[in-house]
């Protein structure tokens, strides 16, 4: 498996170059931050730098493809289907929180996002088949 990185030149073209990595193997998402690319693969979240070696793992998600980074860069937003979300603190690389959803939620659709004061975190959800939003701080 390989990434694709892109290079601009002033000439406002693009340069591809594929790069192996490990890292990213069966990846459903990747996120990039200033510091790295961070893949969600279900079950795992990889942290790389940016010359693609792991830096950390966190393992024993669940269905966790989705994820968000709060506006101030400090923390990611995972987003699982199970219902559940998790908080991973970027500054530490470690989980923070881990949050069940319930009253009658069954799944929680698409990525979340994070409010504009990093206060509140807005994902879509389906209870007992009918898809509405919800707001969670």
Same mark, same amino acid.
């Given at each position: 498996?390989?990434?694709? $990185?892109?290079? $601009?030149?002033?000439?406002?073209?693009?340069?591809?170059?594929?790069? &192996? !990595?490990?890292?990213?193997?069966? $990846?459903?998402?990747? +996120?990039? %931050?200033?510091?790295? #690319?961070? $893949?969600?693969?279900?079950?795992?979240?990889?942290?790389?730098? =940016?010359?693609?070696?792991? /830096?950390?793992?966190?393992?024993?998600?669940? =269905?966790? #493809?989705?994820?968000?980074?709060? &506006?101030?860069?400090?923390?990611? +937003?995972?987003?699982? @289907?199970? &219902?559940?979300? #998790?908080?991973?603190?970027?500054? %530490?690389?470690? +989980?923070?929180?881990? /949050?069940?959803?319930?009253?009658?939620?069954?799944?929680?659709?698409?990525?979340? !996002?994070?409010? &504009?004061?990093?206060? =509140?975190? /807005?994902?879509? =959800? @389906?209870? #007992?088949?009918?898809?509405?939003?919800?707001?969670?701080?």
């Amino acid at each position: 498996i390989s990434t694709i $990185a892109l290079s $601009a030149r002033k000439e406002k073209t693009m340069k591809l170059t594929q790069i &192996p !990595c490990e890292g990213i193997k069966k $990846a459903k998402n990747i +996120l990039i %931050t200033q510091k790295y #690319y961070i $893949a969600l693969s279900g079950q795992r979240v990889t942290f790389m730098n =940016h010359s693609f070696e792991i /830096v950390k793992v966190l393992e024993k998600f669940t =269905h966790s #493809y989705n994820g968000s980074i709060s &506006p101030d860069g400090k923390y990611l +937003l995972v987003i699982s @289907n199970s &219902p559940m979300f #998790y908080l991973i603190s970027l500054e %530490t690389l470690e +989980l923070i929180d881990k /949050v069940r959803i319930k009253g009658g939620v069954e799944t929680i659709e698409g990525r979340g !996002c994070w409010s &504009p004061d990093g206060q =509140h975190i /807005v994902f879509y =959800h @389906n209870i #007992y088949g009918i898809s509405t939003k919800k707001v969670a701080i």
